[in-house]
């Protein structure tokens, strides 16, 4: 079963660049969302997306763009990366984001930003 | 979201069960109660849920007390592979999208000693 991949699972980037990190659910299901995670933090909702077609900010928007072509794959741009955007970024995704259908998890994707 | 308190930490011996008590008084009729294990490095993994009935799954046991006030999550034979922060979470049965974010508190770190 491999749910949910996120690639790469490690990247560093130089302030200013532009990158796209990927996220893809083999679950069929429709609701997919991103989190970063730092520490004494938790984790904090940036985008999310109820289906193909269909998205919408969360807590912590600014900085990241998300798509959402087709029901499986979801991915997060960071136009113009910068140092606070050093994080560990997960992926998850659930039938619905009702509160009886669990979100699943990627292993996630460890940013940093020079 | 009602809020949980957990025990920062606890320990137990391999092979024993572990108990992992979690409190969440305030919680309303239509909230579900959630576990979710984060090893280190990876990404969050669901456990179980369940809303007023105990639960039973290949991974643990979640047992709800009657009044719903407060929960134990058991893990029946301990490995040293279940040494994690565990998360008791509570959340609303029919969330919107944003609302859908699950909110991570401080969790209980569970060691599981040789």
């Known amino acids: 079963n491999a749910g949910v991949t996120q690639t790469p699972k490690f990247q560093v980037l130089k302030t200013g660049q532009s990158m796209t990190l990927q996220c893809a659910q083999d679950?069929?299901?429709?609701?997919m969302s991103w989190y970063r995670q730092d520490p004494g933090m938790g984790l904090r909702l940036i985008h999310y997306s109820v289906g193909a077609g269909i998205t919408d900010q969360g807590e912590v928007p600014n900085g990241y763009n998300v798509s959402r072509s087709t029901t499986e794959d979801f991915p997060l741009r960071l136009l113009s990366a910068a140092p606070s955007q050093t994080s560990v970024y997960f992926c998850?995704?659930?039938?619905?984001?009702?509160?009886?259908?669990?979100?699943?998890f990627g292993d996630g994707t460890r940013l940093s930003i020079l | 979201d009602a809020k949980t308190t957990q025990p920062p930490s606890m320990d137990c011996a391999e092979g024993r069960a572990a108990n992992l008590p979690c409190n969440h008084s305030t919680i309303s009729g239509n909230e579900y109660v959630y576990w979710y294990r984060q090893i280190h490095s990876q990404g969050p993994q669901y456990i179980i849920h369940g809303l007023k009935n105990n639960e039973t799954n290949e991974m643990a046991s979640l047992i709800i007390t009657e009044d719903r006030k407060s929960s134990t999550l058991i893990l029946p034979h301990a490995t040293l592979r279940d040494t994690a922060v565990y998360y008791c979470i509570v959340r609303v049965s029919r969330n919107t999208g944003a609302n859908s974010k699950l909110t991570f508190g401080k969790g209980i770190t569970l060691s599981v000693r040789p």
């Open positions: 998850a995704s659930s039938y619905s984001p009702t509160g009886d259908q669990p979100q699943h």
């Open positions: 679950m069929n299901h429709e609701y």
